[in-house]
Structure formats: C-alpha cells, structure tokens
C-alpha cells in the first residue's frame, strides 16, 4: 500500500510502499481517507517528541478518518506502531476510534479533532471549567487556540480574553468569541499592565499554548492583581514560545493561583479519546471553525515543510 514513510531520525516521509496491515484481536483495519499534518505528527516523525518510539521505518501521522471494514466512518488515534495515518490503511484498537457524526465531512474531522481535543480535555478535564466563568487563552491565533476560543464559548465562558504574538492574526479572533484581544507586542509595563487589568476584572481559567515570557508575566500579574482567595487555574498546554520560565516563589505564596498541565500523562487516554467526541458531536451545533485544506497523500514530501497555523494541510487518500 502507498504510505508517507519517516527512514529515519530528522529526515521527512517519503512516498512509497509500506507492508500491509494485518489487524489482531481488539484492532479495527481502517481504510484512511484524511490525515492532518499535526504539530505532533511532525515532532514524533522528527524523533523530538516525548512519545517518539526512536524506531525505523515507520507511517507518518498520529491519527484520521476512515472506514472500518463493516462500512462505519470513524475518527482514529494513535494507530498501531509501524503503522501511521498516512496511508492508504492503518490499523488502530478498537478504543481508539470515534464514530463520525453524519454532519461533519472527512477533511474537517481529521483537521479539528487534535487540536479541539487539546482545549475540550484542558477545560473538561484539568481546569473543570463551569459555565459564567472567564477565560484567558494565551496563544489564540493557532489552530488549537483558535479552538480554544470558540469552546470556551462553547462549555459556557461569559468572558474570553484571548493573547497573541501575531497581532493581525489576533484581529479576527474576536469574530470567533473573543472579547478581549491582547497582543503581546506591547513595551513591558503596557503588557503587564494589560494583563493586571484583566485579572483585576476577574479570570478563572488560564490555556496557555505558548509558556516561556508571555506564561510568566501572566502568573505574575495574576498574582499581583488576583480576588482574595479566588484560585485561578492556569493550565499549561503547549510551549511555542520558549521551554522554560522563571518565577518568584512569592507569586503562588500571595496568590491563589494553581499550575497544572494538560496531556497525554496528566490526563488518562479515554478520557482524550472522549474528549475527541466532544469536539466532533459539537463542531457542527457549535458551528467550530478551522481553516483547512486538502492535498493528495501523494505530495506529502512536498507539503511536509508547512509550518503555516493560518490553515492545517490534510492529506486525502
């Protein structure tokens, strides 16, 4: 079968033939029709990321859309290892997969479900977030946080602040629920001031896709500016911004502020897995937008090297 085939370390998929996939007890064979080329699938492609297995070859993509062999058009994650999302049939545990709402097409669902997944488990799971409470998304423009936005609306936030390095992508964030944007291009003082305005005011819930300088500043003002014994809950999610961070003890000390992260580890799988069915049964009800694109499996060597987060490539088989 055709697949998008990772040789080795740090070297991008080729397009070429891959063994077919034989599935086991408790596996489903899945005919894929849509694949996301994913932050993810590109960091475990690259060997970088935690859940990398450092084995060769292997199919590119951590998940899709297909159809199971009994005709069912399903969402999968995390196929079985060699096998991948890129290509023509995967193989995946039966508890991996997501039946389809009819209202959602392929390209859509291979293209919302990973990064919705990300906010829906962070607010569902971590934060707990109830309805009337206020948001802050701190790197709104990508994908995911673009998504983040639209749940919080979505799960009942009253109030959405969203932050953003690019602050032309940020405009059109408000189109999307967000009623406060905040670019984080200001000089020091006006950033932080920005930000202790906003707590001031009252956020219960913080979704950080960007940690590094923006995340500290962020902790900081909250704690400076933070209700008297009123928690907020920041939840780190991603790290587009840096690393690391350094705060000062006395920030969590005077302030009630509570640090946790969300992913696979700190959040049992199925509870991911529901959390994809979430997204998805809402996504059309909700009217969740994403910028997506089709390309054909066939060009994966040419489309790998996009790194835009204004729209996500999603190979079609």
């Not at 996301?36 to 970088?48: E, T």
């Not at 390209?107 to 990300?118: E, L, Q």
């Not at 009123?230 to 705060?247: K, W």
Request: aromatic share 6%; hydrophobic share 50%; glycine share 10%.
């Amino acid at each position: 079968m055709k697949a998008a085939i990772v040789l080795g370390a740090g070297q991008p998929p080729v397009y070429g033939e891959f063994g077919e996939p034989v599935p086991s007890p408790g596996e489903q064979r899945i005919a894929v029709t849509a694949a996301a080329l994913s932050p993810v699938s590109k960091s475990r492609a690259s060997g970088a990321h935690y859940s990398a297995s450092g084995r060769f070859p292997f199919v590119a993509g951590v998940d899709g859309v297909g159809r199971l062999d009994d005709g069912r058009r399903v969402y999968f994650i995390l196929p079985k290892a060699p096998y991948g999302g890129m290509a023509e049939r995967t193989i995946a545990s039966s508890a991996h997969c997501v039946v389809l709402p009819d209202d959602v097409d392929d390209v859509t669902a291979a293209a919302i479900a990973n990064p919705g997944m990300s906010s829906w488990a962070a607010y569902r799971e971590r934060a707990i977030l109830e309805a009337g409470e206020a948001v802050l998304v701190n790197g709104a423009t990508g994908a995911a946080g673009r998504l983040a936005v639209q749940i919080a609306r979505h799960l009942g936030a009253t109030k959405v602040i969203a932050t953003a390095r690019n602050a032309k992508a940020l405009a059109s964030v408000a189109a999307l629920g967000a009623d406060v944007t905040i670019p984080l291009v200001e000089d020091g003082k006006a950033l932080d001031d920005a930000f202790e305005e906003q707590f001031a005011a009252g956020v219960d819930v913080v979704i950080d896709y960007l940690w590094g300088p923006s995340a500290e500043r962020l902790m900081i003002a909250g704690a400076k500016a933070g209700r008297d014994g009123a928690p907020i809950r920041f939840v780190q999610v991603g790290s587009a911004s840096g690393l690391n961070v350094t705060l000062p003890g006395a920030a969590f000390r005077s302030s009630a502020i509570t640090l946790m992260g969300s992913g696979i580890g700190s959040v049992r799988f199925e509870r991911f897995i529901d959390a994809v069915a979430g997204v998805l049964n809402a996504t059309a009800r909700s009217g969740f937008a994403i910028a997506a694109h089709a390309v054909p499996l066939s060009e994966v060597e040419e489309a790998w090297p996009d790194n835009s987060s204004a729209s996500r490539t999603v190979f079609i088989v």
